[in-house]
Nanobody
Framework: QVQVVESGGGLAQAGGSLRLSCAAS????????TGWFRQAPGKEREFVAA????????HYADSVKGRFTISRDNAKITMYLQMNSLKPEDTAVYYC????????????????WGQGTQVTVSS
């Protein structure tokens, strides 16, 4: 199995930036895609961004395109989400997830989940 742990959440003002990290461990040989999801209070968990581990191909939700950047460090087995131009509607618990699939943008595509890290954006 794979374990993923998020960090880097916190409080930011609108227009500010935060950088989230997700460290993976365990049987990462079968981890082909990692991604970020978020869940606001009373809302369904939604896809934010994903990256393939081999080639680094990226996929973004329309709501974050141009503002968020996903990346990975192969040596550290760590994924990052650079969040710029933050908006109050970005406020949510952000979850790191890992998938056995090479194409993974849906919740059901993911096999392993982190505990979540809170991101709060004030206006």
């Amino acid at each position: 199995q794979v374990q993923v742990v998020e960090s880097g959440g916190g409080l930011a003002q609108a227009g500010g930036s935060l950088r989230l990290s997700c460290a993976a461990s365990g049987r990462t040989y079968n981890m082909y895609t990692t991604g970020w999801f978020r869940q606001a209070p009373g809302k369904e968990r939604e896809f934010v961004a994903a990256i393939s581990w081999s080639r680094g191909n990226t996929h973004y939700a329309d709501s974050v395109k141009g503002r968020f950047t996903i990346s990975r460090d192969n040596a550290k087995i760590t994924m990052y989400l650079q969040m710029n131009s933050l908006k109050p509607e970005d406020t949510a618990v952000y979850y790191c997830a890992a998938s056995h699939s090479s194409v993974a943008t849906m919740i059901d595509d993911y096999n392993y989940w982190g505990q979540g890290t809170q991101v709060t954006v004030s206006s």
